[in-house]
C-alpha cells in the first residue's frame, strides 16, 4: 500500500506540474505549436537519465523514494521519460534490435493507436 500511495501522490504532484507549464505556454503560443509538450518531454527525459545514474549509485534508497519520484513525479510529469530510460537500456546493452523493435512499436504504434482512437471517436460522437 506504501508504494501505490507513493506513485499516486507522486503522480499527482507531476501532473500538476505538466499543467503548469503546458498552461504558461499556451500563454506564450504553446497553443499554435505544442512546444510545452516538447518542453515537459525534453525535461522528464534529462530527469530520468540524471536520476537513473543517481540511483545506481546510491542504491541503499527505499525503493519507495524511488516509486514516488521516477514513476510518481516523472510519470505524471511525462512517460516519455520512460520510454527515453528504456530504450537507452537496451541501447546500453548493445541490443540493438529490441532498441529498434521497441523504439519502432512505442513511436509508430502509439501514432497508428491515437490515429484509430480518433477515427473511432468520429465514428462514434
Known sequence: MEKILA???????????RYIITFATNLHGGITFPYGTILVNVIGS??????MMYFQSRMELSPVIKLFIVTGILGG??????????????????????AL???GLNILGAFICCW?????GELLW
Open 46 to 51: 534529462f530527469a530520468i537519465g540524471i536520476l
Open 77 to 98: 510529469f511525462t512517460t516519455f521519460s520512460t520510454f527515453n530510460m528504456e530504450l537507452l537500456t537496451f541501447i546500453r546493452a548493445s541490443q540493438a534490435g529490441l
Open 116 to 120: 484509430l482512437g480518433i477515427v473511432a
Open 7 to 17: 506513485v499516486a501522490i507522486g503522480g499527482g504532484i507531476g501532473a500538476a506540474f
Open 101 to 103: 523493435l521497441y523504439g
